[in-house]
């Protein structure tokens, strides 16, 4: 396979939500814990060289909504990828096609695992914005002109990278958004035992106008496991998943 291999790994509640109250209960902290242990833990199932994630999930989750620092007069940098040596283990591909989010440093922590930032642009990005990322000795790479080239972007993970298996992490409208390219091999589910029925959380996967169709997807179940406390881990592999 010309591309690395993609597993969706994801925690949702009974109710199929990705965030919200849900997640204060106890026995959604314990599903948490397995949830990471499947792809970050010492003894991970998955080969997970690193992990790619919306915008909206990096802002919520890291650089909460904070203004890149600009230059408007910044020289005009080389066109291009610019790519940095790796400083940790694992990438956290940061999809931002219109290049906002305001990173302070260019790596981050999520529980015991630190990653390096590699940010996924378009040729719509600003001269500043580069700049901006290049200041911050933070890697990007440039995958389609005003939209993201998903097959584009897997081609240079695998052969600028050499990444071989990597998680489609959330929220729902990347993971939908690959799925409806037919770029996800595998979905893994950790369902914890847990809802809180809220109307304005969003749910597994969302069809997102200019990003992705509401064209059905079907999946076929390979294992189904679960622990004491009522979670299951569901794995499926995707029907349309095709190579790059
Ligand atoms: N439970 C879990 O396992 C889990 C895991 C991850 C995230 N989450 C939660 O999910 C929530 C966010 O989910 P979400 O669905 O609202 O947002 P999301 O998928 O994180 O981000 C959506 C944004 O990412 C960019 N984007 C995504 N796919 C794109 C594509 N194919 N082409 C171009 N741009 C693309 C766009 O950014 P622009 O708007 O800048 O164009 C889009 O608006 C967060 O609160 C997060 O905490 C939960």
């Excluded at 914005?129 to 993201?148: H, M, N, P, V, W």
Aim: with cysteine; net charge negative.
């Amino acid at each position: 396979m010309n591309r690395p291999y993609i597993f969706c790994h994801m925690a949702t509640s009974l109710d199929g939500k990705i965030m919200g109250k849900y997640m204060g209960e106890p026995k959604s902290k314990l599903a948490s814990d397995w949830f990471y242990n499947i792809a970050f833990g010492e003894q991970a199932h998955y080969k997970n060289q690193g992990w790619l994630s919306g915008r909206t999930t990096t802002d919520d989750n890291f650089t909460h909504y904070k203004k890149p620092d600009l230059n408007a007069d910044a020289p005009i940098v080389p066109e291009g990828d610019f790519i940095l040596p790796k400083k940790t283990d694992k990438y956290y591909i940061s999809i931002d096609t219109s290049g906002k989010l305001g990173w302070q440093s260019n790596t981050l922590k999520y529980k015991d695992t630190t990653a390096t930032v590699l940010e996924v642009l378009t040729n719509k990005v600003s001269n500043a914005y580069k700049d901006f990322l290049r200041r911050k000795e933070i890697s990007y790479i440039i995958a389609g002109e005003d939209s993201l080239d998903i097959a584009l972007l897997l081609d240079k993970l695998k052969n600028v990278f050499h990444l071989d298996s990597i998680m489609l992490g959330g929220g729902a409208v990347l993971n939908w958004s690959f799925i409806q390219e037919g770029f996800c091999d595998e979905l893994s589910l950790v369902l914890s035992p847990v809802a809180d029925g809220s109307p304005d959380t969003p749910a597994l996967f969302e069809a997102r106008k200019n990003i992705s169709e509401d064209t059905p997807v079907s999946f076929t179940l390979k294992n189904i496991e679960t622990k004491d406390n009522s979670s299951v881990w569901l794995t499926y592999s995707v029907d349309n998943r095709k190579d790059a």
